[in-house]
């Protein structure tokens, strides 16, 4: 899409963990042309005393556990994201299993999935679903970059086990007319920012809590990843 569709506000619960952030929408409403680039600039959310990622688009490639499990955990979202922009019905139909599958690596009734549903929706009502390039690829593609253990504050009863990491993100999606396919969006956008995961405490499963937009750039249409 024109505008990459990544950013936005953690579960904010519990608030002592996630430090205070000024989160971007996602995904953005398509565009009948090119989206102007814009750079925005939100503090990572990470808890007091909690280590800090460094955003680096070089980072070192060999992975830290907690970098693997970030990168586990995006890839899943950038599939379970990728099909519900495809199939934006599914977004008010509880029984629909790319529902199901969203929820489960997203935290249900989170700011982060209460916002990405309410631009799908917007999508759909404007007549506009986005697919990927071809049937094999995803509409959106998260990179982790580097990531750190969240230290939650003293005294907190019960804290979540949480990790705080950098993102490069490529969003190759196509927006097209529901019914007749016609193409209305093929900008691709890339973008950088920070975000967290969160381990369910049932499951013991990660889901992802947080993505924060630091950076955007809108480029040509069928360009390439840029983060790899």
């Known amino acids: 899409m024109g505008v990459i569709a990544l950013a936005a506000c953690g579960t904010g619960s519990p608030s002592a963990t996630s430090a205070e952030a000024t989160p971007l929408p996602i995904p953005p409403p398509a565009t009948s042309g090119p989206a102007a680039p814009s750079t925005t600039a939100t503090p990572p959310p990470t808890g007091p005393g909690g280590a800090q990622p460094t955003p680096d688009r070089d980072a070192d490639p060999a992975p830290s556990g907690e970098l693997t499990d970030v990168a586990v955990a995006l890839e899943r979202y950038?599939?379970?994201?990728?099909?519900?922009?495809?199939?934006?019905?599914?977004v008010d139909d509880p029984a629909?299993?790319?529902?199901?599958?969203?929820?489960?690596?997203?935290?249900?009734g989170s700011d982060l999935d209460r916002d990405v549903a309410a631009r799908i929706?917007?999508?759909?009502d404007e007549g506009i679903v986005v697919t990927p390039p071809d049937p094999a690829a995803l509409s959106y593609v998260h990179h982790a970059r580097a990531a750190a253990r969240v230290t939650p504050p003293p005294g907190l009863t019960d804290?979540?086990?949480?990790?705080?990491?950098?993102?490069?993100?490529?969003s190759p999606g196509i927006g097209r007319r529901i019914g007749n396919g016609a193409v209305v969006d093929d900008v691709v956008g890339s973008a950088a920012g920070t975000g967290?995961?969160?381990?369910?405490?049932a499951t013991r499963e990660w889901q992802v809590t947080s993505l924060f937009e630091t950076s955007f750039e809108a480029l040509a249409p069928g360009s390439d990843d840029p983060c790899v």
Do not use: Q
């Open 159 to 170: 804290p979540p086990e949480e990790i705080s990491f950098t993102w490069c993100a490529w």
């Open 196 to 201: 967290t995961i969160r381990r369910d405490a």
């Open 96 to 108: 629909d299993a790319l529902l199901a599958e969203w929820h489960a690596i997203t935290l249900e």
């Open 78 to 90: 950038d599939r379970a994201l990728t099909a519900l922009s495809a199939a934006p019905e599914a």
């Open 121 to 124: 929706r917007g999508r759909r």
